[in-house]
């Protein structure tokens, strides 16, 4: 798998990773043993990035990632988890008090002396200008409590915000074939500084992978059924803010693109890898062989000109006008 490199963090990862939101809560059901199905599956094909919050599941999904990693300890694999999203959303929660008391629980849960990655879970927009935040990042990375830190947003702005502290290592946004405002200003300002990017909710939720139609339902324990207006968090991670007839829509105009050589999801993951400055994307799955068709993205060519002419098209017509301003 091609290799791309968080520099800030001195770390090489493959380019397509696993988004371990599915293992703990969210999505439906996922049991213990198909976790770990995923997991081996994904590893196996080459992933050597994980990405998991203290949140998902409240510790089930870092907990299995430690199962799994404790049964293959020299695969090189760099798991990135995030913290802050346990507790009410207000900025004065972000204090080093507490980033110990976070950190050292997602410590304990994935069997680590040393976090690789610890990311600030989209937190409120003043927390991203605080100094004192940053100031204790840095107090656990001297303490090598953690190896460094990143964070998560929602806004291209918050973005911009994290990029110039010169400790932030990564930034992990939303960015997929139906939400292209990161590549307008976050991208490019992030290869500039040298911070990585982690690619989140590349198929939107699964509605780039061409399989929904207005049919299909979701259990009353997955996302896509209980925040489609975000009645539990910003609506953005669930379709990526798009409605989703209008997605359904979107998908079907993209479809003539993709050819015969690569799926749906397949194609909407390549034209993730091929903005500039994506570090890392990071799909989910819900079985191995999602896992293994995920990371075969990577191996395929680059999308054409007039593909990527042709996802840009289908966006300014119908998707732009609903979320480009919003996020």
Not at 31 to 45: K, N, Q, R, T
Not at 200 to 228: C, I, K, M, W
Not at 275 to 291: F, H, S
Request: net charge negative.
């Amino acid at each position: 798998m091609e290799q791309r490199t968080f520099h800030r963090l001195g770390r090489t990862v493959g380019v397509v990773g696993l988004g371990a939101w599915q293992l703990g809560a969210d999505w439906g059901t996922v049991s213990e043993d198909d976790a770990m199905a995923i997991l081996s599956a994904a590893v196996d094909s080459g992933v050597t990035f994980l990405d998991t919050a203290d949140v998902y599941g409240d510790g089930r999904s870092e907990q299995l990632i430690g199962r799994f990693l404790r049964s293959r300890p020299a695969d090189g694999i760099t798991v990135a988890t995030k913290m802050g999203r346990r507790v009410p959303q207000q900025p004065e929660a972000y204090t080093l008090a507490h980033f110990r008391e976070w950190t050292d629980r997602s410590r304990k849960n994935l069997g680590t002396d040393t976090l690789d990655l610890v990311q600030l879970h989209c937190p409120p927009t003043a927390v991203f200008a605080d100094d004192a935040v940053f100031d204790a990042l840095d107090t656990l990375v001297a303490e090598e409590a953690i190896a460094g830190y990143g964070v998560s947003v929602e806004t291209g702005d918050q973005a911009l915000t994290a990029i110039a502290r010169p400790g932030v290592a990564s930034v992990q946004i939303i960015l997929n074939a139906l939400r292209h405002k990161p590549v307008e200003r976050v991208l490019p300002a992030a290869a500039a500084a040298g911070v990585g990017i982690i690619a989140r909710v590349p198929l939107a939720s699964g509605l780039l992978s061409g399989r929904y139609d207005e049919q299909t339902t979701f259990p009353a324990d997955d996302h896509r059924t209980y925040n489609r207006h975000g009645e539990a968090f910003d609506v953005g991670e669930t379709f990526s803010g798009v409605d989703y007839a209008l997605g359904l829509a979107a998908v079907r105009r993209l479809a003539p693109l993709v050819g015969d050589d690569r799926t749906m999801a397949q194609f909407a993951l390549r034209w993730v890898l091929d903005q500039p400055g994506v570090t890392v994307v990071i799909p989910g799955a819900r079985d191995a062989g999602q896992a293994r068709r995920n990371v075969e993205a990577a191996e395929q060519p680059s999308l054409t000109a007039d593909q990527l002419a042709g996802v840009r098209a289908v966006y300014d017509e119908l998707i732009r006008p609903q979320v480009h301003d919003r996020w």
